[in-house]
């Protein structure tokens, strides 16, 4: 019998492939170990990382070009909208790529539209990284999203090293430059932001839950987008921060359950009182 996995074992299988990329990047590096002991690799593994912090605030007065080399504040951004931020660099050679794909692949069946429900804020934390590559990547991945009409929802962005390390210290990001290579070492996430740039989901890996993006962007509007489904099944899963996605809450559930058990009851109560009169 196939066992049914646990919502960590989950978890650490969607960002598996990170892991690999990371490690790949660090082969090489493994190699040189110092005097102390301690590995190149090691050293620099130990500043990746996602601290989440929910509830703190984007800086609204952080300032960007987007991709058409306008600046733009990251205020301006936040448009009465719940905001997906990822944080990635345009010429990552693997793990920004598949952190893009999957986010685009969970946004194909939402339901929801860039521009309409929610907005999509794309970052660079290369500062070397202009708007016109930017502009570039927004156009790919508008292509494979297949639907072009909803670009005015998506923003590439780049920036200078102070204003970039200021968001990236806001969410908790961290992440290691390597000169040797060239390349910069980080994990990979996806943030949800309420309308006033609050931080209230973190989705981790390269592969993300169609339902629990829905489900961040339902609750970071406060119930302003969605339906009566979002409702109910926010009712029957909550959002856990120590793995990054939705579980079901087993108390409502037994809660509904209890709820169906008595309706039935009643309802088969009904039925033969009406059948004795009959």
């Known amino acids: ?32 170990v110092g005097a102390t002991g301690e590995t190149r690799a090691d050293t620099m593994l130990a500043g990746i990382d996602v601290q989440q912090k929910l509830g703190a605030e984007l800086p609204k007065d952080a300032r960007f070009r987007d991709e058409s080399g ?18 990635v660099y345009y010429e990552c050679p693997m ?29 660079s934390f290369d500062p070397k990284e202009t708007p016109e590559l ?41 992440y290691v430059y390597d000169t040797r290579r060239d390349e910069y070492a980080h994990a990979a996430t996806i943030v949800v932001a309420t309308p006033e ?15 629990d993006l829905r489900l961040g962007l339902v609750e970071a509007a406060a119930g302003k987008i969605g339906n009566v489904v979002d409702q109910f099944l926010l009712y029957c899963y909550h959002y856990d921060p120590s793995v990054g996605r939705y579980s079901a809450a087993v108390l409502n559930l037994v809660r509904l359950g209890s709820v169906a058990t008595v309706s039935a009851l009643l309802i088969f109560f009904l039925a033969m009182r009406r059948r004795e009169k009959s």
């Open 70 to 87: 306008r600046e733009v504040t990251l205020g301006e951004l936040l448009s009465g909208r719940p905001v997906t931020f990822v944080p």
């Open 134 to 174: 930017a502009a570039r990547k927004k156009a790919a991945y508008l292509e494979s999203y297949g639907k072009k009409d909803t670009a005015a929802g998506w923003h590439f962005l780049t920036g200078s090293e102070d204003q970039i390390r200021r968001v990236t210290d806001a969410i908790g990001f961290s």
């Open 1 to 32: 019998m196939r066992r049914r996995s646990s919502p960590l074992a989950r978890r650490r299988a969607g960002i598996a492939s990170a892991a690999l990329a990371v490690t790949m990047l660090f082969a090489s590096a493994s190699r040189a």
């Open 95 to 123: 793990l920004c790529s598949l952190v893009l794909e999957g986010f685009v692949k969970a946004l194909r069946p939402l339901g929801f539209v860039p521009g309409k429900e929610f907005d999509v804020v794309v970052m």
């Open 197 to 211: 740039g609050k931080l209230s989901h973190y989705f981790f890996g390269v592969e993300y839950s169609t339902r």
